[in-house]
């Protein structure tokens, strides 16, 4: 195996390219792109998004300990990095990006309608951590795009969602299926 020289910012990749909404009205509601995310418990079903303190919308998030995680997808990209190198101090951003705020469900911080799942949260803790801040989160409620949920099961697919994806300064779009859970050691048919 090749040695690699260590810097900051080399780190697990890929990490997904989410839109992190927050604020307690429609008057502040705000979004940030965050890319450090993702699940760290199933039961109870917690989630975890990384900001940095400088962000405009972290005094947000502090004060009202709450956000909705929102994914994205490909069609989402430009609006995605646009909100992850303005500031919501100089812009509107829904403006800015065209995308739709819609009413969460049972916290104050908003879902976005482009979004194929919006996962809204309680922050329950916030680690200092050095650059950033972990706030850790319990998932109180999700909502999906119909699009995605089978009608005969109720289950969610976003295989076809086209989820994007950050690595190293890039952003991709999920593709082909390569095998599903479980498949390395299920019996083949005889």
């Known amino acids: 195996m090749g040695k690699v020289s260590w810097k900051p910012g080399t780190m697990v990749y890929p990490a997904p390219a989410a839109l992190v909404t927050c604020g307690s009205s ?10 450090w995310t993702g699940t760290v418990c199933s039961d109870p079903p917690m989630c975890y998004v990384s900001v940095r303190p400088e962000r405009a ?3 947000v998030l502090e004060r009202c300990m ?14 995605t990095d646009w909100a ?25 911080s908003p879902t976005i309608a482009e979004s194929p799942l919006s996962i809204e ?34 289950a969610l697919s ?13 952003y991709y779009s999920l593709g082909q299926l390569l095998g599903t859970f479980g498949f390395s050691v299920r019996k083949k048919p005889k």
């Open 26 to 35: 429609p008057e502040e509601w705000t979004f940030l792109t965050v890319a």
């Open 57 to 59: 919308s972290y005094p």
């Open 66 to 79: 709450e956000f909705t995680l929102n994914l994205t997808t490909a069609s989402m990209v430009r609006a």
């Open 84 to 108: 992850g190198v303005r500031s919501s101090r100089q812009y509107d951003k829904w403006k800015e990006t065209g995308l739709t705020p819609l009413p969460g469900e049972k916290v104050a």
């Open 121 to 154: 949260c309680r922050i329950k803790r916030i680690e200092r951590l050095g650059s950033h801040d972990m706030m850790l989160a319990e998932v109180v409620n999700l909502r999906a795009d119909e699009r995605f949920i089978d009608p005969a099961t109720g």
């Open 158 to 170: 976003l295989a076809k969602a086209g989820l994007l994806v950050y690595a190293h300064g890039g």
